[in-house]
């Protein structure tokens, strides 16, 4: 396939899924939770969080129909579509980033550690929970319902989904999770162990401490050669642009649509870099682009319109769900010789329809599961703060 061919269909993906989103808007029970979404928040960056779990979703198309043909789970060679996998990652976690330090710059260089725990847990948890527990129903099914995994790995298995994501759970039932779920947990690994340090990172939030903490980053980042540091430090990103924002909070880009051009311009640029080094595609392209988004650039107007937050509100859904959907629709619903035999134009068509069903289904667990756990978070978390 053609990059071209590629590019346009990931075009395609992202109108379907943004009507989608306009038509759910239609029911009361969509819009309703939209309106009530008071957080303080950037909007522009809420509005982007839904195309990057969407990316993913296109991304992982490819591969998932790739397994079915090769029985290999491997990147696609098209450079354009294995970015899209990897390169919003890079930015979900510059949004963490964002986000978190922003509450620590904003509450003196402090964290609340008891309040932001329990946020935490009600907004990841559920959702996790709900969502491997399905992976390991259909691991137990596609073994015919039969105990074929020794007690070590279940034991192990049923620990981490108590850690709710802390730690990866690749087999249960000697069964590979990856194809069921597209492995797409791997990131709140990065997540947790953010939340974990920020309380004492927090202590940096101050402008001039900063300055020594990312320093102290970079340097590590440029002299260990410990891989993982790569995605860890991209949560850097975020907090320089939380920086930006708190010192220069009447700053507004033009509101011209060259502002957006050009961070097109350097999104895709990033699509098509080396992905080796996923720090130095950070800090070379997301770095300008990010900070752009967060003083309000909206990609000519996508971002602020309400099917775009809408998708965005329900993020986390596509991001966990999507590779489920997949695993059910390809492999149950055509079955494994139909896909593998599909061509590019018949996918396409295939892959438009998953959209529908991955934006709807993942819609719903927003407002059944995501939203009733983060209002009760937000009350347990301010009785806690209370005390």
């Given at each position: 396939?053609?990059?071209?061919?590629?590019?346009?269909?990931?075009?395609?993906?992202?109108i379907?899924a943004?009507?989608?989103?306009w038509?759910l808007l239609?029911?009361?029970?969509?819009?309703?939770?939209l309106?009530?979404?008071?957080?303080?928040?950037?909007?522009?960056?809420?509005?982007i969080?839904?195309?990057?779990?969407l990316?993913?979703?296109?991304h992982h198309?490819?591969v998932?129909?790739?397994?079915?043909e090769?029985?290999a789970?491997?990147?696609?060679?098209?450079?354009f579509?294995?970015?899209?996998?990897?390169?919003?990652?890079?930015?979900?976690?510059?949004?963490?980033?964002f986000l978190f330090?922003?509450r620590?710059i904003?509450?003196g260089a402090?964290?609340?550690?008891r309040?932001?725990?329990?946020?935490r847990?009600f907004?990841?948890a559920?959702?996790?929970?709900?969502?491997?527990l399905?992976?390991?129903f259909?691991?137990?099914?596609s073994?015919s319902f039969?105990?074929?995994g020794d007690?070590?790995?279940?034991?192990?298995?049923?620990?981490?989904l108590l850690m709710?994501?802390?730690f990866?759970?690749?087999?249960f039932n000697g069964v590979?999770?990856?194809p069921?779920?597209?492995g797409?947990?791997?990131?709140?690994?990065y997540?947790?162990v953010?939340?974990?340090?920020?309380?004492?990172?927090?202590?940096?939030?101050k402008?001039?401490?900063?300055v020594?903490l990312g320093?102290?980053?970079l340097l590590?980042?440029?002299?260990s050669?410990?891989?993982?540091?790569?995605?860890?430090?991209?949560?850097?990103?975020?907090?320089?642009?939380a920086?930006l924002?708190?010192?220069f909070?009447?700053?507004?880009?033009?509101?011209?649509?060259?502002?957006?051009?050009?961070?097109?311009?350097?999104?895709?640029?990033?699509?098509?870099?080396s992905?080796q080094?996923p720090?130095l595609?950070?800090?070379?392209?997301?770095?300008p682009?990010f900070?752009?988004?967060?003083?309000?650039v909206d990609?000519f107007?996508v971002?602020?319109?309400r099917?775009?937050?809408?998708?965005?509100?329900?993020?986390?859904?596509?991001?966990?769900?999507?590779?489920?959907?997949?695993y059910?629709?390809?492999?149950f619903g055509?079955?494994?010789?139909?896909?593998a035999?599909?061509?590019t134009?018949?996918?396409?068509?295939?892959?438009?329809l998953l959209t529908?069903?991955?934006?709807?289904?993942?819609?719903?667990?927003y407002?059944?599961?995501?939203?009733?756990?983060?209002?009760i978070?937000?009350?347990?978390?301010?009785?806690?703060?209370?005390?």
């Amino acid at each position: 396939m053609t990059t071209l061919a590629a590019m346009g269909m990931f075009a395609a993906v992202m109108i379907v899924a943004w009507w989608t989103a306009w038509l759910l808007l239609k029911f009361r029970t969509f819009s309703k939770l939209l309106d009530e979404d008071t957080q303080d928040r950037t909007i522009t960056l809420d509005g982007i969080r839904g195309f990057l779990a969407l990316s993913v979703f296109f991304h992982h198309c490819f591969v998932h129909q790739y397994f079915l043909e090769f029985g290999a789970w491997i990147q696609p060679r098209n450079q354009f579509i294995t970015s899209c996998g990897s390169v919003p990652v890079l930015i979900f976690f510059a949004i963490t980033g964002f986000l978190f330090w922003s509450r620590a710059i904003r509450g003196g260089a402090k964290i609340n550690v008891r309040s932001f725990a329990v946020s935490r847990f009600f907004r990841i948890a559920p959702l996790f929970l709900v969502a491997t527990l399905v992976a390991f129903f259909l691991a137990w099914q596609s073994t015919s319902f039969q105990w074929q995994g020794d007690s070590g790995e279940t034991y192990v298995a049923v620990t981490r989904l108590l850690m709710f994501g802390a730690f990866r759970i690749d087999f249960f039932n000697g069964v590979d999770l990856v194809p069921i779920t597209a492995g797409v947990t791997w990131t709140l690994v990065y997540e947790w162990v953010f939340y974990a340090f920020l309380p004492i990172l927090a202590w940096f939030a101050k402008l001039s401490r900063f300055v020594i903490l990312g320093s102290l980053i970079l340097l590590l980042l440029a002299i260990s050669p410990i891989g993982e540091l790569n995605y860890a430090s991209v949560f850097l990103v975020g907090m320089i642009a939380a920086h930006l924002i708190h010192e220069f909070p009447n700053a507004k880009l033009p509101k011209e649509n060259w502002p957006s051009v050009a961070v097109t311009l350097v999104l895709l640029g990033a699509m098509f870099s080396s992905q080796q080094r996923p720090s130095l595609v950070a800090f070379v392209y997301l770095l300008p682009a990010f900070i752009a988004i967060a003083f309000g650039v909206d990609l000519f107007g996508v971002l602020r319109t309400r099917p775009a937050r809408l998708l965005g509100a329900s993020s986390y859904s596509i991001y966990l769900l999507h590779g489920i959907i997949l695993y059910i629709f390809l492999q149950f619903g055509l079955g494994k010789a139909r896909v593998a035999g599909l061509e590019t134009p018949a996918m396409f068509g295939l892959m438009l329809l998953l959209t529908v069903v991955v934006c709807v289904a993942s819609c719903i667990a927003y407002a059944v599961i995501e939203r009733p756990m983060i209002a009760i978070g937000r009350r347990v978390a301010q009785g806690t703060k209370t005390r």
